[in-house]
């Protein structure tokens, strides 16, 4: 795979609207698993008339991605029970397969009071059932005396029995205009299960000024022995950043290789956001999100 990186959009796959009362807006954050042969399941997160975050999914195939096989009719991750770390929401963020089981991390959702929210990070585990299921009432990586505020959007990697994480992870929250917003990079964990994490608060990805506030989503994939991640990053709009690793902890970001930005017009014309980046076959893939944070739906884009 080539280190400057140029891509070419295929278009945009998928916008919700209406599809069921759990799925009446917005397929943000979509991420990727393998069927066989060309076909793909695409897990994305929607919202209800209630804006609470479930997780569903589409099949299609990377030969003809527009054409829609499956249209999930129920969500794999709905909200959970009332006072629970997710009963606002369950935003799937990554699947992680090894062996016979598939770890499906998610991002929990609670309404505040004095902020709009505080999430979490969750864990649902598939069997041989087919059907993923909470592992814990509770979050694997919620907010700790070093890290006081929140965590969210998970990558993690498993690679010859080590785990690795990187994720959202908020440093505060100032009033602008007299509302709440946040400021969050990306920080690294490890674990030796894939459920219990070590976090010594390395920042991955870093603001490069005062008005970048919020870097998240990141994807990483290994090629060799370099460690390569893509992410969203903001100041004004969300764009697509990317940077490089020699060990997986210590990072140089370089944006400017990201190679990809908005569209002149249509539905990803104001932002790009959310990247997940896979190979399949001897190319590689990014599904990504376009204007409104998801509404606009996710499209599709190839490696040249």
Request: hydrophobic share 35%; aromatic share 14%.
């Amino acid at each position: 795979m080539k280190r400057s990186s140029s891509w070419k959009k295929i278009g945009r796959l998928l916008e919700i609207e209406g599809h069921k009362p759990w799925a009446a807006s917005h397929s943000a954050v979509p991420f990727a698993e393998h069927i066989a042969g060309d076909a793909y399941r695409i897990y994305f997160t929607t919202r209800d008339d209630h804006n609470r975050s479930h997780t569903g999914y589409v099949v299609l195939e990377l030969s003809r991605p527009t054409e829609i096989l499956e249209l999930c009719q129920k969500p794999v991750l709905a909200p959970g029970p009332l006072g629970a770390f997710d009963d606002s929401g369950a935003m799937g963020s990554w699947l992680t397969s090894v062996g016979d089981k598939s770890y499906l991390y998610y991002q929990g959702w609670n309404l505040g009071v004095t902020v709009p929210f505080r999430n979490s990070i969750g864990v649902a585990i598939r069997e041989k059932n087919g059907v993923f299921q909470r592992i814990f009432e509770g979050p694997i990586l919620d907010r700790t005396a070093n890290e006081p505020h929140f965590t969210a959007t998970p990558c993690v990697v498993q690679d010859d029995g080590r785990w690795d994480m990187w994720y959202l992870s908020c440093v505060g929250w100032e009033l602008d205009g007299g509302k709440p917003k946040h400021r969050y990079h990306i920080k690294h964990a490890v674990s030796v299960n894939g459920l219990d994490w070590a976090r010594n608060g390395d920042i991955s990805i870093d603001f490069k000024d005062s008005s970048e506030y919020a870097i998240s989503r990141p994807s990483v994939m290994k090629c060799g022995s370099l460690w390569r991640m893509w992410y969203s990053f903001r100041g004004d709009r969300y764009r697509i950043g990317y940077a490089e690793s020699e060990d997986g902890s210590n990072w140089e970001r370089m944006d400017d290789r990201a190679g990809i930005d908005v569209s002149h017009t249509g539905w990803d014309s104001e932002m790009v956001e959310y990247p997940f980046v896979f190979r399949h076959d001897d190319a590689t893939y990014m599904l990504y999100n376009g204007n409104d944070y998801g509404r606009s739906g996710f499209g599709l884009a190839v490696l040249e």
